[in-house]
């Protein structure tokens, strides 16, 4: 088992490092999500290796379902878990791949039946799947160059199973494995913002790299939209807060301002 630590001051590396059979990596400087799971797939030896954020817990059975599905089907790079909230209710977790037409059912609120495809109870080919629990087939990675660095978070796995795509595999959803995501997000403020910021950051440097500029404005214009629609409707919706879907919709319309995750780790490891 590889563990890599991100440059933690909460005792997470030495709790790592006591557990047995545990490879840990440990890092000197934060860097980012992607470029981390690049590191722990070129130090891996495996033929196939999972990719299990922190916050992901696996299920009973969760790893052989998914090994049997790429086993079984040599031309697919990667396959993913059904996740789970912490109340067993399915997370929406493999969707299309971004484009024109997703950002237009975004923007008519049909996206639960245009966009997402984690659905069913047979493993199916979709577009991309989260990585929270990812099984990867290596060969398949090493061919495309591992994960894109540029992408600090957010949007890092979309363009790596777009890549995957464009070369010939296929990525996998494999409801009988489970994984229940527990989505340990700050409840500080400031981090909420910087998440929001990187967020739209990774998805328009997606469509920018994936399709051409203009599409990529108008997808702005459709995600602003959205969720400036849903910060008009938080104002009398209870337990809903119309500030954060205006910050939503101000960083989708504009992702180049504000901070970002990655200056906060940049500012980071400049303190230390």
């Not at 399915?90 to 975004?106: D, E, F, I, N, Y």
């Not at 998805?203 to 790299?209: A, E, N, S």
């Not at 400036?228 to 809903?240: E, S």
Request: charged fraction near 25%; glycine fraction near 6%; hydrophobic fraction near 45%.
């Amino acid at each position: 088992m590889l563990v890599l630590d991100n440059a933690s001051d909460d005792g997470s590396a030495a709790a790592a490092r006591a557990r047995h059979g545990v490879r840990l990596i440990e890092l000197e400087r934060r860097t980012g999500k992607a470029a981390n799971d690049s590191t722990l797939l070129q130090a891996a030896s495996g033929r196939f290796c999972l990719l299990l954020n922190e916050d992901a817990e696996l299920c009973d059975g969760a790893v052989e379902a998914l090994l049997e599905a790429l086993r079984h089907d040599p031309g697919a790079a990667c396959a993913g878990a059904q996740l789970l909230a912490p109340d067993g209710t399915p997370q929406p977790c493999a969707w299309r791949l971004p484009s024109l037409g997703t950002a237009v059912a975004g923007a008519l609120f049909l996206h639960r039946v245009a966009t997402v495809e984690s659905s069913g109870e047979r493993v199916r080919e979709v577009g991309w799947m989260q990585s929270s629990a990812l099984l990867v087939r290596r060969e398949a990675a090493a061919q495309i160059g591992w994960f894109d660095p540029d992408f600090f978070v957010y949007s890092d796995e979309t363009d790596f199973q777009k890549r995957l795509h464009d070369a010939g595999w296929r990525v996998l959803y494999v409801p009988q494995a489970r994984a229940i995501h527990h989505e340990q997000l700050s409840t500080d403020a400031a981090s909420a913002a910087r998440r929001i910021t990187e967020f739209h950051r990774g998805r328009d440097r997606y469509m920018r790299k994936h399709h051409s500029l203009a599409v990529a404005l108008i997808t702005r214009l459709l995600t602003a939209w959205a969720y400036g629609v849903r910060a008009l409707a938080a104002v009398v919706l209870p337990d809903h807060d119309p500030g954060r879907f205006l910050l939503h919709a101000r960083r989708a319309l504009v992702p180049s301002h504000g901070e970002g995750l990655r200056e906060a780790a940049a500012r980071f490891n400049a303190s230390r």
